[in-house]
C-alpha cells in the first residue's frame, strides 16, 4: 500500500521498467575504487599524520580517516599519483625515514617532501582498508630498471637482494602488488609523448615486468584524455600485439564556479558531461574491441569526478586542490556510479578523483594539521551504491520521454534488487513509477540524499547538513512508486521472491 503522504508533492511521473531478467554483468567493486595522490593534503596531513602527531592515529595513519573509510569499504586505491607518479622514484621512501631524502614535488606546488609516506606506508595504509594497492610507475622520468626493481622488490617472497632489502625494512611477507600502472596521462604530464613514442616506450617497459612469488602484473597502459580516439588508436596500433592488462582512461567534469557557489544554468552543463562520459565508455570499448585481443584489455576509468574553480584561499588554508563536496557533487557522483552499472560490461575499474582533500573528495580534513575529519556528500553517495557491489547489473528501460531526466541503474542478487535513482534537476520533484519484470518483489526500504540547494555541503561547523535518511517507497508485487524529489541520489533495496 503506497503509505500516507506519499507522492502527494510528484509533479511529473517517470516510468520504468527493471528487466531483471536482462543481465548485463558484474558491477565489479573495483568500480567504486580511490585515487590517493602526493598532492596538496590528500597523503600528507589528510591520510598520513605521522606517527608523533597529536591527531589521533593509527601508526601515523589518520584514525578518522581510516575509520569512515573502512566502514565505506575501499576495494582498489591507486597510488603515489597521477601526475607526481612519473616524477616519483620509489627507492626515496624506503628504510629509515630520518635518510630519506628530501625532494620538491614539482607538479603540485613545488614544496618539499620528506618522503615519509612510501612504499611500506602505502601498502600498510591498504592493509588497513582492505584494498587492493594500486601503485603507478614512473615512465616519464624513470626507467624500466627503476619499475622492474621496484615490483620486484615488492612481490619478490624472498632471496634475492631486493627481497632481502625489504624483509630488512620490516616486511617479511611480500607486498603482492597486482596492479602497475605504466606511467600517467603520457600525453601530458607524464611526458608529453605522442601515443607512438608511449607506446614504444610500454612495449619496452612491459618486458621487464615479470611475475615474482605467484603474482601476475596487471598492467595498466597510459589511455586517453577524456574521449580521445586518436590516442587509443596510436597507441594500439603502435603497440601491435601483446595487449596490456588495461587502459587508463581519465575523464573529468569541469565546472567553471567555485563549488560551494555554483549558478542553476552551471549545475545543467556540469551534470550534462556525464552523458558524455558514457559515450566515451562505450566509444573507447569499441575501439578496443576491434583490434587483436583488444576485447580482454580492462577499460579503466582511472580518474574521474568534478573539478570545479577553486578559491586561492581555500589551496592556501587547506592544500592544493581542496574542494568542498556539495549536493551537486552527489548528484554527480550518482550519476556517475548509474553509469557503470549500466556499462558494467564494458569497464574493468573506476578510480574517483580522489579519496581525501583534492578535488571531488569522500572525506574533507581542515589542513594537514586540522585535527577535523568529515564526509562530504560524495562518500554519503558512495555509501548507497555499496549494496550493489559484485551483484549483476540489470536493463532498466525508460517508458517516456521526459525531460527530467532522471537516471537509474538496477542490479541483482540472490532474493534481492538493488535499483538506484538520481534526480539531477534542480527545479523538478518526480514520481516514479516502475514496473519490476522477471521478479517479484516481496517488501521494499529505501534511503536518500537529497537536498534542494545544490550548494548545501557539509561543513566543520556543521558535518552532518546533507546527510542519509530512509524515504518512503510503495511496493505492490512488481511495480515500485516513490516520491524522487530535485537533486536526490535513493537506492531502494528490494527483497524479492
Ligand atoms: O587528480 C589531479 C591530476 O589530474 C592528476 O595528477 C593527473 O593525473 C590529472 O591531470
Known amino acids: 500500500m503506497i ?17 531483471a531478467d536482462a543481465e548485463i554483468g558484474v558491477v565489479r567493486p573495483e568500480f567504486h575504487g580511490h ?17 608523533r602527531s597529536p591527531i589521533p592515529n593509527i601508526e601515523g595513519y589518520r584514525k578518522q580517516a581510516v575509520e569512515y573509510l573502512r566502514e565505506l569499504g575501499v576495494p582498489v586505491l591507486r597510488w603515489p599519483g597521477g601526475c607526481y607518479a612519473d616524477d616519483y622514484h620509489w627507492r626515496d621512501g624506503i628504510g629509515p625515514v630520518e635518510q630519506r631524502p628530501k625532494r620538491v614535488n614539482i607538479h603540485w606546488g613545488g614544496y618539499i617532501e620528506d618522503g615519509s609516506f612510501g612504499t611500506h606506508e602505502f601498502i600498510g595504509l591498504c592493509r588497513l582498508l582492505g584494498a587492493d594497492p594500486y601503485v603507478a610507475g614512473n615512465v616519464g622520468s624513470g626507467s624500466p630498471l627503476e619499475l622492474r626493481d621496484w615490483i620486484e622488490y615488492c612481490n619478490m617472497p624472498s632471496g634475492s637482494t ?50 615474482y612469488g605467484g603474482t601476475a602484473p596487471y598492467l595498466v597502459a597510459s589511455g586517453p584524455n577524456g574521449n580521445d580516439h586518436k590516442w587509443t588508436r596510436g597507441f594500439m596500433d603502435t603497440l601491435d600485439g601483446g595487449v596490456p592488462g588495461g587502459l587508463s582512461m581519465h575523464y ?3 565546472g567553471p564556479d567555485r563549488a560551494t557557489e555554483f549558478s542553476a544554468d552551471h549545475l545543467g552543463q556540469q551534470l550534462s558531461i556525464f552523458k558524455r562520459v558514457e559515450e566515451a565508455i562505450t566509444e573507447q570499448r569499441a575501439i ?43 548528484v554527480a557522483a550518482g550519476l556517475g556510479l548509474n553509469i557503470f552499472n549500466r556499462l558494467a560490461d564494458k569497464l574493468f575499474m573506476c578510480n574517483i578523483a580522489q579519496i581525501v582533500n583534492v578535488l571531488q573528495s569522500l572525506l574533507l580534513t581542515d589542513g594537514p594539521e586540522g585535527k577535523s575529519c568529515i564526509r562530504t556528500t560524495t562518500y554519503h553517495a558512495f555509501v548507497l551504491f555499496k549494496p550493489h557491489r559484485s ?52 517488501e ?13 555541503c557539509n561543513t566543520f561547523e556543521n558535518p552532518n547538513r546533507v546527510v542519509l535518511r530512509s524515504h518512503a517507497v510503495a511496493v505492490e508485487g512488481s511495480r515500485l512508486r516513490m516520491d524522487l524529489p530535485r537533486l536526490s541520489v535513493a537506492t531502494v533495496t528490494l527483497k524479492t521472491a
Open 35 to 51: 585515487f590517493a595522490e602526493h598532492l596538496g593534503s590528500c597523503v600528507y596531513g589528510g591520510l598520513w599524520v605521522g606517527k
Open 391 to 442: 551483484k549483476t547489473a540489470v536493463r532498466v528501460e525508460p517508458q517516456d520521454s521526459s525531460p527530467v531526466g532522471v537516471s537509474v541503474s538496477a542490479s541483482k542478487g540472490e532474493n534481492e534488487l538493488i535499483i538506484t535513482f538520481v534526480n539531477p534537476r534542480h527545479d523538478a520533484d518526480v514520481e516514479i513509477d516502475c514496473t519490476i519484470h522477471g521478479s517479484t518483489a516481496r
Open 288 to 330: 578496443l574491441d576491434g583490434y587483436r585481443d583488444g576485447h580482454k584489455v580492462g577499460l579503466i576509468l582511472d580518474e574521474w569526478g568534478v573539478w570545479d574553480k577553486i578559491p586561492e584561499e581555500d589551496e592556501k588554508r587547506y592544500g592544493k586542490l581542496w574542494m568542498q563536496s556539495t549536493m551537486r557533487s552527489a
Open 444 to 456: 521494499a526500504k529505501a534511503l536518500i540524499l537529497d537536498d534542494p540547494d545544490w550548494n548545501a
Open 252 to 254: 573529468y567534469e569541469g
Open 3 to 19: 503509505p500516507t503522504g506519499l507522492l502527494a508533492a510528484s509533479s511529473t511521473t517517470q516510468r520504468f521498467v527493471v528487466r
Open 162 to 211: 631486493l627481497a632481502e632489502e625489504r624483509i630488512k625494512n620490516g616486511a617479511t611477507e611480500p607486498f603482492r602488488v597486482r596492479y602497475w600502472g605504466v606511467g600517467n596521462e603520457n600525453w601530458g604530464c607524464g611526458g608529453w609523448m605522442r601515443p607512438e613514442v608511449y607506446a614504444n616506450l610500454y612495449r619496452q617497459f612491459s618486458v621487464y615486468i615479470r611475475e
